[in-house]
């Protein structure tokens, strides 16, 4: 069952995103060769906590860290550690904060230093991915419409869609209905109504779509060892259109 929001709740979600975001930015800043992922994962929280919010993911399911931080070949779920960065790395940081009972979650990808041609394209490919899933996401289209969307965009450009994780409804509970997959057949799935809020979040890998799960039970790494990359917005469907959530005119992401 879909829960469709209220005004109100969309509001209150905005407020939950705005905590991320600005997490976010702190992580970002954080950013150089040497830091521990730990150390990122401390930022975070830190400044979660500072604005009477928790991180949405301590303890999800016992998780056990307050964001993923996911580098190279990692695709989701990466657990911050003793890990340092490296000149040429690329990370993928997922952070997601509750405030007055509801959830808002986002995700950038980032570059360290140089990282080459591939990863370049790699992380512009699954941002505009994002993009045009967020642009479709309107009343009346089905989910199958976006998922074909995203996967005509990143297979023209020679990379591949992750299809095991998918985006998620999102409000009270962290993970809500619908499901979102990021690949499918236009035509199909659920039509979106206004009050509908979910995560709009492709993984993209330059290699085979493939992937496996560390035996940590968490981090999910591309099985050729290629690179990936993820972006989140929450987004909620409203009558104008779609209301991206956690994207704010003052913010780079």
Not at 38 to 53: K, V
Request: with cysteine.
């Amino acid at each position: 069952m879909i829960h469709l929001k209220s005004k109100t709740e969309i509001e209150t979600m905005r407020a939950s995103c705005r905590i991320a975001a600005d997490a976010m930015v702190r992580v970002r800043d954080a950013l150089r060769p040497g830091v521990t992922t730990a150390a990122l994962d401390e930022i975070a929280d830190d400044y979660i906590r500072s604005q009477g919010a928790v991180a949405s993911a301590k303890g999800y399911r016992g998780y056990p860290g307050s964001i993923c931080v996911s580098v190279n070949e990692e695709v989701v779920h990466g657990i911050p550690g003793s890990r340092q960065l490296c000149d040429g790395d690329i990370l993928s940081v997922d952070i997601a904060a509750k405030k007055n009972d509801y959830h808002g979650d986002m995700n950038v990808s980032f570059a360290i230093g140089d990282v080459g041609e591939v990863a370049t394209r790699l992380l512009q490919t699954t941002k505009q991915a994002m993009d045009i899933g967020l642009q479709a996401s309107c009343p009346g289209t089905r989910l199958g419409d976006i998922g074909h969307l995203i996967q005509r965009h990143v297979e023209a450009e020679g990379f591949s869609v992750v299809e095991v994780f998918c985006g998620h409804g999102i409000g009270r509970a962290f993970h809500e209905e619908p499901q979102l997959l990021h690949f499918g057949t236009a035509g199909t799935g659920r039509r979106l109504e206004p009050g509908t809020v979910f995560t709009v979040e492709p993984m993209i890998n330059a290699g085979s779509a493939d992937v496996r799960v560390l035996d940590d039970q968490w981090t999910a790494i591309t099985v050729d060892g290629a690179l990936s990359t993820q972006f989140e917005h929450t987004v909620a469907v409203t009558e104008a259109g779609p209301d991206i959530l956690s994207r704010f005119a003052d913010l780079p992401f």
